[in-house]
């Protein structure tokens, strides 16, 4: 293996963080990490560093933070560094200026099996779409977005009720391990790349993971009980489902609901018709069952057990939902 071969790695969340850490961890030369600029957040607007930007700090490396990664005075300062190798893990789209500098590469660590799912969302869309089976995949970057050529792939899973979040904490460990093997096969010469094109047959209409805006997440109750259910474990938890109840007087309370069960529909019910005992039970019927409601969240509120929800939130049949 090449140790002395010079890494820049980046990333920005926290899902970026445990491939970071194998990396150090295995005394990889990690001279510098780019990284999101500070963030205001909260009420009070204070400066929050990202989770990559914390780690590097932490461990005595060099922190870039550009806004705009074509800057002159970034990429005079990324060309100084002189590293052999970039690794990307949840960052933004890359210019070519940027991946094309180092000699050995610049690959990417994707939450899916490419060519499917490519995009901003492959975790959330995966679930969405009832897959029973999804992956990590490392490749090479060139100028079209999740396109480049594959390096290695691992299948993984995806369990009949797991959230976004649970496959999420699931793939950043699995996928830093595949960023190592990555690393290791690259500096020691031994890859051989596979096209995507490669992977798939003539005709085949690929799946799409796009950004998933507030408009997509709103509960369509119309749907079968399978979609429905899918699709709030797939924005759970974030961007997280959301819909409506409306009561007799017509005014409108926006919840979010994170975690459900699926049932048998209410015989002879329309969609969207909404059951409650006002004590512990609370169900919404769909096209062909009922989607029972065990975690939800009103707006302005912490996250609830609906126990607790209905406890302080006066609810009965005669409500709607939208």
Known sequence: MNEAAKIIFLGTPG????????????????????????????????????????????????VLQPIKLKDTSFINELTALHADLFIVVAFRMLPEIVWKMPPMGTFNLHASLLPNYRGAAPINHAIINGETETGLTTFFLKQEIDTGE?????????????????????????????????????????????????????????????????EDCRIDWTKSTDEIYDKIRGLSPYPAAFTYFIPPSGDSHLVKIYKTIKSAKHEGEKPSVLHTDGKSGLSVTTADGTIQILEIQQAGKRTMKIDEFLRGFRINSDWMVG
Do not use: C, W
């Open 150 to 214: 594959i390096i290695f792939q691992e299948k993984m899973p995806i369990f009949p009720d797991e959230t976004a979040g649970e496959l999420h904490d699931r793939m950043k460990i699995a996928g830093a391990k595949l960023v190592l093997k990555t690393t290791e096969a690259i500096l020691n010469g031994n890859i051989n790349t596979v096209e995507q094109g490669m992977l798939t047959n003539p005709g085949t209409i690929l799946k799409p993971a796009p950004k998933i805006f507030r």
């Open 15 to 62: 899902f970026a963080v445990d491939s970071l850490d194998i990396l150090v961890q295995n005394a990889f030369r990690v001279i510098a990490v780019v990284t999101a600029p500070d963030q205001p957040t909260g009420r009070g607007q204070k400066m929050q560093s990202s989770p990559v930007k914390e780690y590097a700090i932490q461990h005595g490396i060099k």
